[in-house]
């Protein structure tokens, strides 16, 4: 069975369509990085995982293993897809390696955060 979509306006209104695409367009920049985030931050470890960078500023993986109760190869494994994503940086102390959130990618976490962290004063 084909499912057709038929559309039944009597005219497109094209100024309209022509400023939504150039809409779009200009800001496909930010829907690429939104959609990166997204994508990280809809797996719920990794969730926490930024969480918990937001709340600390800097942790190692063992720390974060601990907190949220879960293997080192696990963790390393989260924090692997989030650091190719871009999302967090690491810094080497010894043998320690510790992570934290890229500056520049913060303002949408927060945002993102604050509403986890609202939502708990709420419940």
Request: glycine residues 4%.
């Given at each position: ?21 150039a ?13 990166k985030?997204?994508?990280?931050a ?82």
């Amino acid at each position: 069975m084909k499912l057709e979509i038929i559309c039944t306006r009597a005219e497109a209104n094209h100024t309209q369509l022509l400023n939504c695409q150039a809409t779009i367009e200009s800001l496909d920049n930010g829907f690429q990085q939104m959609t990166k985030l997204l994508s990280i931050a809809g797996n719920e470890v990794r969730l926490k995982i930024l969480f918990l960078l937001n709340m600390e500023k800097e942790l190692c993986p063992c720390d974060i293993a601990d907190i949220l109760k879960m293997s080192m190869p696990a963790i390393s494994q989260h924090i692997r897809k989030i650091k190719d994503a871009g999302f967090i940086v690491s810094r080497r102390e010894g043998q320690t390696l510790y992570y934290s959130l890229v500056n520049s990618e913060t303002q949408v976490l927060d945002n993102i955060l604050s509403s986890i962290k609202s939502s708990r004063k709420s419940a």
